[in-house]
């Protein structure tokens, strides 16, 4: 089967870093994607991997180890406004097409 | 500026009712995609068109339609066929699906939330 876990709940202070985790097992691996979304919104991309290794991206950076089926999102320096729910999403193959496997999304909540 | 516009922002939906639910880009994008988000589960895909005239059934298809008959709208019915269709629905573009597109992010619009009355 086709599986995407992360954490449900995470809470962090202002200032403070932050990694969310993700593991993955799905049939074909064509690139892990990290979203934003804030409560009743859009999704909005963040960062993409397809190669193992750190993608850094401001004050996000997002990690990936293919052969682990694992992947983290790294947020530094927290602002309020990073309260959302992120979104990690696997582009496997499924029915012979290419799509995006959705895990539930992880709720990050940051406090003063 | 160029986006993903979905209408109306909430719905309610009456017993035996069909609705549609419209989804509209301006991106120039190839690909369309309509997903469904419940609480505690991830964004699960109803269908999806990789071109005009053309779309795919994806996850959880059953008690829904679409068309495509341009290449900016991929409007979504949900039909009275769907015993449970109390979700957000968000709906995606994309520049293509595969090959050289494949590390190219979906778009997605703002989203509907529907409601039984």
């Known amino acids: 089967g086709q599986n995407i876990d992360q954490p449900t709940e995470m809470t962090a202070t202002e200032g403070a870093i932050v990694q969310i985790n993700c593991t993955y097992q799905t049939s074909g691996f064509n690139g892990l994607f990290w979203y934003q979304q804030h409560a009743g919104e859009a999704p909005t991309f963040l960062s993409y991997?397809?190669?193992?290794g750190l993608e850094e991206k401001g004050r996000f950076s997002s990690f990936l180890s293919r052969s682990k089926g694992y992947s983290y999102l790294l947020l530094k320096e927290l602002q309020m406004k990073d309260s959302a729910s992120y979104l990690c999403?696997?582009?496997?193959?499924?029915?012979?097409?290419?799509?995006?496997?959705f895990g539930a999304g992880t709720r990050l909540a940051v406090h003063p | 500026d160029g986006g993903i516009t979905q209408s109306p922002k909430y719905l309610f939906r009456k017993e035996g009712q069909n609705v549609t639910l419209s989804c509209e880009q301006n991106?120039?994008?190839?690909?369309m995609y309509w997903y469904r988000q419940d609480p505690g589960q991830g964004l699960r895909l109803i269908y999806y068109?990789?071109?005009?005239?053309?779309?795919q059934k994806g996850d959880i298809a059953e008690g829904y339609s679409v068309s495509r008959e341009k290449k900016e709208s991929f409007p979504l019915t949900v039909t009275s066929a769907q015993k449970n269709p109390t979700a957000f629905y968000l709906c995606?573009?994309?520049?293509?699906?595969?090959?050289?597109?494949?590390?190219?992010?979906?778009?997605f619009g703002d989203g509907t939330r529907l409601s039984i009355l």
């Open positions: 068109s990789q071109i005009v005239n053309d779309f």
């Open positions: 991997n397809v190669l193992d």
């Open positions: 995606a573009s994309s520049i293509g699906v595969g090959g050289e597109y494949s590390n190219q992010p979906q778009h």
């Open positions: 991106l120039n994008h190839d690909a």
């Open positions: 999403a696997v582009k496997g193959v499924s029915g012979g097409y290419n799509k995006l496997i």
